[in-house]
């Protein structure tokens, strides 16, 4: 996960949508590290544990990774884990950190408009239950990603297109709220889609297949086949994939030197990275950018 965070200004234009979103972000909280870092967010989304916060648009929060605790005016403590995914309402008092000794990572999303808040009012979502135990859910992570990605490039129609991913992201959390069938941790399409989860949360560091594995109830040897035959490619081949179409995405939408590039996409050696760039795209990371024109 990358630290990143951008507040919207919203035009008349974008509330003649009826929905609009108005920030997004993610952030990966050490143990013992103060939350909220209030530096980093505008005043009117500045809290303090003992004090709380009101807001003025709807919210979803995911927590990925650690476990910590929320609180609102409508519910009492509500514990959360890795796979939480809860909703902050407009006017609600609420609190929410991080334990100490876990810390955690977080997606959020904020929107607001006259369509969210006809589907809050006909009861889609609610104040009184706003957790969701949605697991490490390979598809609400990529649309996080979307998010993210798309506001960073900030290219023309990206406003109405964050809209169009987090109505996704509700229509997700509406299908596992309403279908939701109890998890089966053997199953091997659930353990595949949990791996393939934690390969696209470490792109910024090489990682440890065998000690990924422990996380799942499933052997080394057999892993590796299955993932192979679900996915059509090898596990350390998928992660270097999504290592190396991070690459290509922070080229095209950042100013980062094609040195901090390689850093933030795990690779110790520049010309280790650029030779697997040039061998998957054709083109060296910076023949690549300056193809792009920037």
Not at 57 to 82: C, D, F, N, Q, R
């Amino acid at each position: 996960m990358e630290n990143y965070h951008k507040y919207l200004n919203i035009s008349e234009f974008e509330k003649s949508w009826g929905f609009y979103v108005n920030t997004v972000g993610a952030t990966r909280v050490g143990p013992n590290k103060n939350y909220p870092d209030n530096r980093e967010h505008p005043s009117d989304h500045s809290f303090t544990w003992n004090k709380g916060r009101i807001l003025d648009s709807y919210y979803i929060v995911y927590i990925t990774k650690g476990e910590g605790v929320l609180e609102s005016a409508k519910t009492k403590p509500i514990p959360i884990k890795a796979g939480s995914c809860f909703f902050l309402y407009p006017g609600v008092w609420h609190r929410y950190k991080p334990h100490p000794r876990s810390g955690w990572e977080e997606y959020w999303v904020g929107f607001n408009g006259n369509y969210p808040a006809e589907l809050m009012q006909k009861g889609i979502f609610t104040a009184g239950d706003p957790c969701l135990d949605v697991g490490l859910h390979e598809e609400l992570l990529q649309l996080f990603h979307a998010l993210i990605r798309h506001v960073r490039a900030a290219e023309v129609g990206y406003r109405q297109a964050v809209t169009g991913i987090t109505l996704q992201i509700l229509a997700v959390l509406n299908a596992i709220s309403k279908y939701k069938t109890p998890d089966v941790e053997d199953q091997p399409s659930k353990l595949i889609s949990k791996a393939k989860f934690l390969l696209q949360e470490s792109i910024e560091t090489p990682i440890s297949l065998e000690e990924m594995v422990k996380e799942l109830p499933m052997g080394y040897s057999k892993f590796r086949k299955l993932f192979k035959e679900v996915t059509g490619t090898s596990p350390n081949q998928y992660h270097l994939d999504l290592r190396l179409d991070k690459a290509k995405e922070l080229i095209l939408s950042t100013s980062l030197t094609i040195n901090e590039v390689a850093f933030k996409t795990g690779f110790s050696s520049i010309f280790y990275f650029s030779r697997l760039f040039k061998k998957k795209n054709g083109l060296s990371p910076k023949e690549y950018r300056d193809a792009s024109g920037l």
